[in-house]
């Protein structure tokens, strides 16, 4: 069986356009920041809404490139790599980068070393092509990987395990310029039962007595979401069955942030974020857009914009309020709210506001700048400002009521607070009903709603107290009209890694799925919601 790659599905992979039987691949710099805005981990684009393929056994791959400005980079994942909040996690793959009669050859087995951000290859070798114009072959047969350049073998290896999963996923890049792949076809026995495939997301629907169906019988109009990431959702048939039978909502978890939709000035990578909104739309769902304006996820020419004389300020401002209009008037319609600040205090958990890029440029009060070019470009999406550790009374609760209506009386347009809910620890972070119930009604007595907008909570103390943590917070707040929406930070600890001070690689147990089933936690929200 022969299948033309070629004619597949290409249409939201960001840098690769499907032009006249050819795609043209184009550079991009993306990149993954660290939270204190340094480093910049490569993030090369994958086909995750797109077409992959199953092949359980043997197989053949082949593609040719053409008009090559100075590198052409294939790669062949055995998985969908994982994107956290500042990292990403590389799987399995096969990575080759042509350039001129070069071939880089590198080969990743996907176990984590201690410092996932700079994976090592277990195999790594540059060989010299005799035609560079002929095809690249990819050809997985028993054990061995072979890798040949038309009829020659430039590589073989007994390595074709790192394909255990039985799918195969495909990204092309390039470090500048362009070029061109003019073939791509993957050809297998009939024993293999090669086929394309689309996402995993795409049959599943509403469960009856899921979480978001429970919470309609309640409040009709309350959401339940979750934050999601297109790579589960497309690839983990497990997590998409249970993301789209509980969740009314969702907030991308990372494809709205500024580095992932603007890489470099004036280069915008819309496609990712559309494919989560095209599935939010095919499943009735409401998204929640996430985010304009952070300390955190900044692309570097963000980070390095002038701000020393007023000249530089109002140039920088210009570049800032253009990224804002462009990105606003492209989701136009399809969010139902935005965060347009996020996190704008201190990491301490104090009252100051971070020094960031918007308030270098924009000054004390860019939240009331931001917040009128957002509602400029969509007056209907509702306006949140978002922040952690101001769950519960106290000065930070109260620096946040502060600066919302402060915006507002600046000619603002902020709707409503979002509270993050982090319960990384039940002895520092834990939120009793009290305490919720008493902040929903000062928020509600000032004009303004709330959204649980990131609740995940630590299994430190083991399934039971993290099941009620989950319970009261989703209780008090399905409780109160001030409470508009309930979102939780994940939906399966299958995706929930974090990185430790000492660079090693740890999963968490914080979410209400695990391997695709429903924890203690879980539970506990479907007896709030009378399941």
Not at 308 to 331: I, N
Request: with cysteine.
């Amino acid at each position: 069986m022969t299948i033309d790659l070629l004619r597949q599905d290409w249409g939201h992979t960001p840098g690769i356009t499907a032009d006249g039987g050819a795609l043209q691949v184009s550079a991009l710099q993306r990149t993954i920041v660290e939270q204190d805005g340094s480093g910049g981990q490569p993030n090369p684009p994958v086909n995750l809404a797109g077409t992959h393929l199953e092949a359980a056994g043997d197989f053949t791959l082949a593609a040719t490139f053409t008009n090559i400005g100075t590198d052409a980079t294939w790669t062949v994942y055995n998985q969908p790599p994982i994107i956290a909040d500042e990292f990403r996690v590389e799987p399995a793959s096969l990575r080759l980068t042509l350039q001129g009669s070069d071939l880089h050859i590198a080969v990743f087995d996907g176990k984590q070393k201690k410092d996932v951000t700079r994976p090592a290859p277990v195999h790594d070798e540059t060989v010299t092509l005799k035609d560079p114009a002929a095809a690249l072959t990819v050809n997985r047969s028993g054990d061995t990987l072979k890798i040949l350049n038309g009829p020659d073998t430039l590589s073989s290896q007994p390595l074709a395990n790192i394909f255990s999963s039985g799918s195969l996923w495909f990204g092309f890049s390039t470090g500048a310029g362009s070029f061109e792949v003019t073939s791509l076809t993957a050809t297998a026995p009939a024993s293999t039962g090669l086929r394309a495939s689309g996402a995993a997301v795409a049959g599943d629907g509403s469960a009856t007595n899921g979480l978001q169906a429970l919470a309609a019988k309640i409040r009709p109009d309350f959401r339940i979401g979750a934050a999601v990431a297109l790579g589960p959702l497309t690839g983990d048939p497990d997590y998409a069955r249970a993301f789209a039978g509980n969740f009314g909502a969702l907030t991308p978890e990372n494809a709205m942030k500024p580095q992932f939709l603007s890489p470099a000035r004036g280069q915008y990578t819309f496609e990712e974020a559309d494919a989560i909104l095209a599935i939010a739309q095919s499943k009735g769902m409401a998204v929640h857009g996430h985010t304009i304006t952070f300390s955190e996820a900044l692309p570097r020419w963000m980070q390095d914009l002038p701000s020393g004389t007023d000249a530089e300020r109002r140039a920088s401002a210009g570049a800032l309020l253009d990224y804002v209009k462009t990105v606003v008037t492209h989701f136009k319609g399809r969010l139902a709210s935005l965060d347009v600040v996020n996190e704008p205090f201190d990491v301490d958990q104090g009252t100051s506001m971070q020094k960031n890029v918007w308030y270098r440029v924009l000054g004390a009060n860019y939240p009331a700048v931001i917040s009128k070019a957002v509602f400029a470009a969509d007056p209907d999406v509702r306006q949140y400002i978002n922040e952690n550790g101001a769950d519960v009374p106290g000065r930070r609760q109260d620096a946040l009521l502060k600066l919302a209506l402060d915006t507002n009386a600046a000619g603002g347009h902020i709707y409503g607070v979002g509270l993050q809910a982090h319960i990384y620890d039940l002895k520092t972070d834990a939120i009793s009903a009290a305490d919720l119930t008493k902040t929903l009604g000062k928020f509600g007595d000032a004009g303004l709603r709330v959204r649980i907008s990131e609740n995940d909570v630590t299994d430190g103390k083991g399934k039971q107290a993290q099941a009620e943590q989950y319970a009261a917070v989703l209780s008090t707040c399905l409780r109160s009209q001030t409470c508009v929406s309930y979102t939780t930070w994940g939906v399966d600890d299958r995706y929930d890694w974090r990185i430790e001070d000492d660079g090693s690689l740890q999963q968490g147990h914080d979410f209400l799925f695990d391997g695709g089933k429903p924890t203690p936690a879980y539970d506990a929200l479907r007896k709030v919601l009378g399941g």
